[in-house]
């Protein structure tokens, strides 16, 4: 299922990216293109607040000597780095951004980065989770093309791929359940909290 918001956002950001790397400021974009738009329009393009057109696209891409299919391919590899139906989240983050109301979920990083052995730099001690062990949420998994559910029994070896972990459908359904959100919501705010 395709996250309209979250494309819309990765779209933007590539637009913005492309604008930058040329040195130009969005006034100097405007200049090179054959319809006038507002500035304010380009601002929501890039910001990700407003849907482009394909024909609008194709304008900013031939505007900034970038070819459209390539811009695109950009974004898709963004947005499309998980297998189907899976969440990925870096779990620094979590512990680091999430706020009160994924409690549940920063608890739990906490736990599976200390199983790890990850050290956590500048992370605020909880003095109420530093004895319970993580629980597992089933359907997550510390790689991205493991389907296999957590163990907290096995440490994984420190790696780059500790500090990640991947839901799966049920996995976010559980933990939506945890932290008392609709799971659509959970979704969102793991987008924010996705590796860099």
């Known amino acids: 299922m395709i996250d309209a918001e ?9 637009l913005r990216k ?11 974009l405007n200049a090179h293109l ?3 738009i507002s500035l304010q ?16 696209l194709v304008e900013l891409c031939v505007a900034m000597d970038e070819l459209p299919q390539d811009l695109l391919a950009k974004v898709h590899s963004r947005v499309f780095t998980e297998e189907p139906g899976r969440v990925r989240v870096d779990l620094r983050r979590v512990v680091a951004e999430a706020g009160p109301e994924l409690t549940p979920l920063r608890r739990w990083a906490e736990g599976r980065l200390r199983q790890n052995g990850v050290a956590m730099p ?16 089933p359907g997550s998994s510390s790689t991205p093309t493991s389907s296999a559910p957590a ?9 780059a791929s500790t500090d990640e972990v991947s839901f799966d459908f049920a996995a976010l359904e559980r933990m939506a359940e945890l932290c008392g959100l609709p799971t659509a919501e959970l979704v969102s705010h793991l987008r924010k909290l996705a590796p860099a």
Request: charged content about 25%; some cysteine; aromatic content about 4%.
């Open 6 to 14: 979250h494309y819309q956002r990765v779209l933007g950001d590539e």
């Open 122 to 137: 500048g992370s605020p001690a909880r003095a109420n989770t530093a004895s319970r062990p993580p629980a597992a949420v």
């Open 151 to 159: 163990a907290p029994s096995q440490p994984a070896s420190a790696s």
């Open 41 to 56: 329009t380009l601002a929501t393009y890039e910001l990700g607040t407003r849907q482009c057109s394909v024909v609008r």
């Open 34 to 36: 054959q319809s006038e």
């Open 18 to 28: 492309l604008r930058r790397g040329r040195g130009w400021t969005r006034k100097e």
